[in-house]
C-alpha cells in the first residue's frame, strides 16, 4: 500500500524527490510542455517501475503500445502479488518469459521463460530463499533499467548483462557474456503461474540456431495455445531436450510432452553477445517464425529498441501536458503507459488469427484481433479514455469484441484471453463497450451482427443468475453466488444493451431493457438505506452488516466488495436512485459516510479492496465513479474536494504507486480522466462529468488533426474548486458536456479558487441520468 499523505500537505507544491525505482537510459528536464514540438521525448517521464511493487501487480519488461509480446524478467511465479510474474520486493530471477499480464489480480501466461547462464546447467529454478539451487539469478535494482520498449539487468551469479526489446509480436534479446566453455541457456515450456498443469507441448530443434515449438494450458483461461520459433544470432554447439526432467538422447531433435525443456550449449568471449530473437502465435510455429522474420528481419537490437521507443513516443505524446509538480508528470505519464498495454495484439503478420471458437480465421485488410480485455475493470474509464486518444483504434477493438461474440461458444465476451474466456468477474461489461461506441458515434461497426448474441445474453441465457434476475427482477442470494453485485452489474448491462437494441430498431426490447434497468430498486432496503442480498421469497436475509461479505457458507453476495460500496455502484441513474434515500440531503449524508466510516473488513475480505478511505476502496474498480457522485446531487464543491484528495492520496511515483490492482489500464484511466478535470460516470451516455483538474494545461489529440485543448487558470495548488468553465469559447454553467462537444476538437477553461463557489448549483446544471 502506498504511503499516505495529509491532503493539506498533498496540495502544496511537492519538492523533487528521488524516484525509488528503476534506473532509467535517458537524462532530460522534467518539462511536458503542452506546445513543445513533435521532437520531444516524452517516454523520459514513464517510470516503469511504477506499479510493480505493493498490490499494483504490473511488469517491467519491454513491449510495444498493445503489443503481442510482453518480453519480462520472472521473479517468482506464484502467489497473489506476483500475477505480472515479478514483483520489486524480489532480489532473484528465473528468467525471461514472452507473455505477461498488466495488473491483473488473476494469472495466467508467462510462456516460453529463456534464462542464459555459466557453468553446470540445471534443470529447475530453485527457490527464492536459496537461487544457487537451481537456474535462478541474483540481481539488485542498481543493475535494472526499465524504458518503454527496453529492460536490461546484470545477472550477478552468471555475470551476464540481459538486454531485451520488442516488436508487436516478436521479442530480442541481447545477452553479454564473460568468457566460458560452458555457456547456455535454458527454454523453459513447463514455466507457469502457479505451475499450471500444461495439456500439451512440443518441441522441435531446427538446424544449430532455432527452436520452435508450443503448448496448450490448464490455467485461468483453460486450454489456450501458444507457438513460438526462436532463432539465435550464434550456432549452438551442442543441444539437449529434457523430458519429465531426463535429457532425452543427442539423437532426437523434437518432441512431444507435458514437461519439456532444452538446454542449448555455447562457447562464449569475454563480452562475447548473443543475440535471441522470437517470434509469436497463437496459430502455429510456421506463423510464428513468419512474425519475427518480418518484424525483425536482422539483429540490429538498437534498431528494434529505437523503433519500439518512438512508438511509444508517438502514443504519449498524443497528449502533452504543463504541471509545476514533476511528480505529477510522472505519475501521468505512467499511467498513460500503463494504459496501452492492454487489450494486446493477438494475430499474425499474414492476418490469421485464433478465434475463440477455437478455429483459425482470416481477418478482414486493415483489422486486427486482440486478447486481454479485463472488462468488469474498463469498461469504467479505459475504454471512455481510448475513444478520446485512441479513436482509430475503437472499431478495431469493438469489431474484435463482435466476432468474439459470434464465433465464440460461450457467447458475448466477459474477460477473454487468447481465444479462450475465462468468465472471470460478473456481468457481461462487453455491452458497455458496444453501447459506448454507438454512442459516440463511431463507424464500420456491424451492430446488426451483433445484436443477435447480445439479445441471447440479456434476454434468453440462464447465464449466472439471469434467469431468476429476468423473472424476479433481482437475484435471490439463496440461489446464486454473489447475488447482490451481479443484479448491479445486470442492471447496468440492460442499459447497454437497450441502446444497442435502439441502434438496431429493436424498439419494445428496447423498452423492455430501459425498464429494467431500474431494478436496482429491487434490493435497496429503504430502512438501512443499503443495497442488500434478498431471498428467493423476497425476504431480506438477516441478521445484516454493512460490512459483510455474505451470510452463506458457500459464497459471497458481494464480488470484491461490500454493501457500502454496492450501494452506491448506480451509474446511469443517479438521479432516480437518489430519490430511493427520500431527498438529496439524505443521499449526501450517505455518500459522505461512505468515505469517513471506520475502513475495518471482516476477514473474509477478498484482497482486492485496497486504496480504503473509510468504505470506499479506490484500490477496486467498482468505487471509481462514486466521488463523482456528488455532483448528481448538486454539491459538486464536494467531488472537487474529494477527487482532487484521491489523485494525492492513491498515486506515487514509487514502485507501490498503486492503491491496487492496475488492472489493465483502469486504475490509470481514472488518474488521467481525473487529472485533466472529468470523468464518464456512465460511458454508455458518452456524457463527462466534471471533477477537479489537476494539471495547469493539456493538449490532447483527438485524431484527423483534431485537438482537445484545456487551460487552467488557478494562484495556487490549493485552489481546487471550478469557479467558472468555458467550453469552446463559450461560459458553460452545466456540470458535464458530451463527447460531441469535443470529438472534432475544442477547448474547455476552467477558473479556479480555494473555496466552493456557486459553479454547477442549479437545477439545470446537474448532469443528466435515465430518470431525468
Avoid at 502465435?281 to 518512438?310: H, L, M, Q, Y
Avoid at 509538480?325 to 488469427?353: C, E, W
Avoid at 492520496?649 to 498503486?658: A, K, R, T
Wanted: negative net charge; contains cysteine.
Amino acid at each position: 500500500m502506498i504511503s499516505r499523505r495529509k491532503f493539506v500537505t498533498a496540495l502544496s507544491a511537492l519538492p523533487m524527490s528521488r524516484f525509488l525505482g528503476f534506473a532509467s537510459s535517458t537524462s532530460g528536464s522534467l518539462s511536458a510542455s503542452a506546445s513543445e514540438p513533435g521532437t520531444r521525448d516524452f517516454t523520459k517521464f514513464v517510470k516503469v517501475a511504477i506499479g510493480t511493487g505493493g498490490h499494483g501487480h504490473t511488469y517491467p519488461g519491454a513491449t510495444v503500445p498493445f503489443g503481442m509480446v510482453q518480453l519480462s524478467p520472472d521473479t517468482y511465479n506464484d502467489g497473489w502479488d506476483w500475477c505480472s510474474g515479478y514483483h520489486y520486493s524480489d532480489s532473484s530471477i528465473m528468467g525471461f518469459s514472452h507473455t505477461h499480464l498488466s495488473g491483473t489480480g488473476a494469472s495466467d501466461m508467462l510462456d516460453f521463460l529463456l534464462m542464459p547462464g555459466t557453468g553446470p546447467t540445471k534443470l529447475e529454478p530453485g527457490s527464492r530463499q536459496n537461487p544457487g539451487q537451481g537456474y535462478r539469478s541474483r540481481f539488485s535494482h542498481e543493475d535494472e533499467i526499465a524504458d518503454p520498449g527496453y529492460y536490461s539487468v546484470l545477472l550477478r551469479d552468471y555475470d551476464i548483462r540481459a538486454e531485451l526489446s520488442a516488436t508487436e509480436r516478436a521479442g530480442i534479446h541481447r545477452y553479454t557474456f564473460p568468457k566460458s566453455d560452458s555457456s547456455h541457456f535454458i527454454l523453459d515450456l513447463v514455466h507457469s503461474f502457479s505451475n499450471t498443469p500444461v495439456l500439451w507441448a512440443y518441441l522441435k530443434i531446427v538446424g544449430n540456431d532455432t527452436v520452435i515449438g508450443g503448448r496448450s494450458m490448464k490455467g485461468w483461461a483453460p486450454g489456450r495455445e501458444i507457438y513460438f520459433a526462436m532463432q539465435f544470432s550464434k550456432p549452438f554447439v551442442k543441444s539437449e531436450i529434457v523430458s519429465d526432467g531426463k535429457p532425452l538422447n543427442a539423437s532426437v531433435r523434437e518432441a512431444i510432452g507435458t514437461a519439456l525443456k532444452c538446454l542449448l550449449h555455447f562457447n562464449t568471449g569475454d563480452r562475447e553477445t548473443i543475440h535471441v530473437k522470437t517470434g509469436l502465435s497463437g496459430v502455429g510455429d510456421e506463423g510464428a517464425r513468419k512474425n519475427f522474420t518480418a518484424e525483425i528481419p536482422d539483429w540490429d537490437f538498437e534498431r528494434v529498441r529505437r523503433v519500439a521507443r518512438e512508438k511509444w513516443n508517438a502514443e504519449l505524446s498524443k497528449i502533452r501536458i504543463e504541471a509545476k509538480n514533476p511528480r505529477h508528470q510522472k505519475i501521468f505519464y505512467t499511467a498513460l503507459y500503463h494504459l496501452m498495454l492492454a487489450p494486446t495484439l493477438f494475430d499474425d503478420i499474414d492476418g490469421q488469427y485464433r478465434g475463440m471458437d477455437g478455429k483459425v480465421h482470416q481477418l478482414p485488410a486493415g483489422a486486427h484481433n486482440y486478447s486481454t480485455f479485463s472488462l468488469w475493470d474498463t469498461f469504467r474509464a479505459a475504454h471512455p479514455m481510448y475513444t478520446i486518444f485512441q479513436p482509430e483504434r475503437v472499431p478495431d477493438f469493438v469489431n474484435c469484441l463482435i466476432r468474439m461474440a459470434v464465433e465464440s461458444p460461450a457467447g458475448v465476451p466477459i474477460w477473454p484471453l487468447q481465444a479462450k474466456e475465462t468468465f472471470c468477474m460478473t456481468g457481461y461489461h462487453s455491452s458497455s463497450v458496444y453501447a459506448e461506441a454507438y454512442v459516440k458515434g463511431f463507424k464500420g461497426i456491424d451492430f446488426t451482427k451483433l445484436y443477435v448474441p447480445l439479445r441471447r445474453r440479456a434476454m434468453d441465457d440462464d447465464y449466472r443468475g439471469l434467469g431468476y434476475y429476468r423473472k424476479l427482477g433481482y437475484i435471490p442470494c439463496d440461489k446464486e453466488e454473489e447475488s447482490v453485485s451481479k443484479t448491479m452489474e445486470y442492471v447496468y448491462d440492460d442499459w447497454a444493451v437497450a441502446h444497442i437494441a435502439k441502434a438496431v430498431g429493436a424498439t419494445e426490447d428496447y423498452k423492455a431493457l430501459i425498464e429494467r434497468s431500474k431494478n436496482y430498486k429491487n434490493l435497496f432496503d429503504s430502512a438501512q438505506t443499503f443495497v442488500r442480498p434478498k431471498l428467493e421469497n423476497g425476504q431480506w436475509v438477516e441478521p445484516f452488516t454493512p460490512t459483510e461479505m455474505g451470510h452463506s457458507n458457500k459464497w459471497r453476495d458481494y464480488t470484491e466488495s461490500d454493501p457500502w460500496e454496492t450501494t452506491f455502484s448506480v451509474q446511469h441513474d443517479p438521479a432516480g436512485y437518489i430519490k430511493l434515500f427520500g431527498s438529496r440531503e439524505a443521499f449526501v449524508k450517505k455518500l459522505d459516510e461512505l468515505f469517513t466510516t471506520s475502513s475495518q473488513l471482516p476477514s473474509d475480505a477478498p484482497p482486492d479492496i485496497a486504496g480504503m478511505v473509510g468504505q470506499y476502496a479506490h484500490g477496486n474498480e467498482p468505487c471509481h465513479h462514486m466521488s463523482y457522485l456528488y455532483c448528481y446531487a448538486g454539491v459538486p464543491h464536494k467531488t472537487q474536494a474529494r477527487v482532487a484528495s484521491l489523485l494525492e492520496m492513491e498515486y506515487d511515483d514509487q514502485p507501490d504507486g498503486l492503491a491496487g490492482n492496475e488492472d489493465c489500464g483502469q486504475m490509470s484511466a481514472w488518474y488521467l480522466l481525473s487529472a485533466l478535470g472529468f470523468y464518464p460516470v456512465d460511458p454508455v451516455s458518452g456524457n463527462y462529468v466534471f471533477g477537479t483538474p489537476l494539471l495547469d494545461r493539456a493538449e490532447v489529440d483527438m485524431g484527423n488533426g483534431k485537438k482537445l485543448n484545456i487551460d487552467v487558470q488557478r494562484n495556487s495548488p490549493a485552489d481546487i474548486y471550478i469557479h467558472s468553465v468555458r467550453l469552446n469559447g463559450k461560459d458553460h454553467s452545466k456540470l458535464w458536456f458530451q463527447h460531441a462537444d469535443i470529438v472534432t476538437g475544442g477547448s474547455i477553461e476552467f477558473r479556479m479558487g480555494s473555496e466552493p463557489s456557486r459553479f454547477g448549483m442549479d437545477e439545470d446544471a446537474l448532469p443528466p441520468s435515465l430518470s431525468a
